[in-house]
């Protein structure tokens, strides 16, 4: 079409914009294939015993506030000879390897990496328009047909992010959290009195990475002893209490424990076969040290075997009226527990 000495070009088709235009399309389809999400969320691999996908998530969001379905974020877990390792990819990146005495410990060093990375990851470069319009060119009097095409910018790749790394020199130092643990424990013992009685106990324990610090209490129940051949005699019972400082072998589920320090308690009896029966008292100062097992079949709570050994420091004598001594507490003593400990929030 001509007007006043100019054509005007029509609009080119899209067999002419394929042929006429192949850069563009290019880039374009190379910046469709860039800008794909990969599949979005936290994706939570842990054997049995470690946090489930549901808390890791949770985690991320209550204690981080990070959304855990944005980007992409893949968390493997598995255990090793000393603990616990981690890889975290991110957006499909090179993995990154976490280390940790405990597989909760190990889940929150990791959920701080993904919230660390999606804080630092940039804004997704602006997409050029698809379709650029192509101007109206005034032909000169020889007809050379010209097209001018809207340059097409490159699409640039998202700039890494320096952040993001740095949690993984932190998380790599296999810092274990102080954590805090209460349980009991029965079984049976003799320690102040010679003689097997029931003990019942109850403890606090704190503890750290491989080590850890108990404080408990204990009773043992009352236990008749009579002088030989009579009906004369007493019931003695016993309330003790000890501080333990502890190592802690082993990594994972099962631990050992090898605990030491001082005890004190008291003898307390009351008499038997006498007409006016007295409640004498003594005191009691040792020494305990315990060696057990720990098995840790929920991150909250855990099973203790313990056979703990005492050595009296003093030995407390008991008799009745003017007769010769009923007993004498034992220098060395002895006792198992089975125990039930769980941890704090």
Known sequence: MEAHGYRIQPPPTLR??????????????TLLLLTTPEATGLR????????????????????LQCDPTVGSSEVRVAATP???RAE??????????????SCEDLMAAAMVVVAVARDAQPEPPPQPDPSPQEPIVPLAPAPVRQVVHDPVAEPQQPRSAPLAT?????????HVPVTHWVGVDAGVAAIHVPAISARLGARYVLRGDRWAVRAGAHYETPRRLLYPDTTVGGRFWTVAADVLGCYEPGRGSV?????????AGGVVGAGVGVPSPRRPRAAWVGAHALAGL?????????????????????RPAFHIGSRESLFESPQLGGAGMLGIERRLP
């Not at 489930?52 to 985690?59: G, M, N």
């Not at 720990?294 to 003093?314: E, I, M, Q, T």
């Open 44 to 63: 939570w691999h842990a054997p049995q015993g470690c946090p489930s996908q549901a808390e890791a998530a949770t985690y991320l969001d209550t204690e």
């Open 166 to 174: 740095r949690p993984r020199e932190e998380a790599t130092g296999s």
């Open 294 to 314: 720990r098995w840790a079949w929920n991150p909250r709570w855990r099973l203790s075997l313990d056979a703990l050994f005492a050595v009296g420091l003093n």
């Open 16 to 29: 002419g914009f394929w042929h006429s235009s192949p850069n563009v399309l290019a880039a374009s389809v």
């Open 255 to 263: 631990t050992g424990a090898m605990c030491a320090g001082p005890a």
């Open 82 to 84: 000393d603990g616990w």
């Open 88 to 101: 975290v990819r991110i957006d499909g990146g090179d993995p990154r390897a976490l280390t940790a005495g």
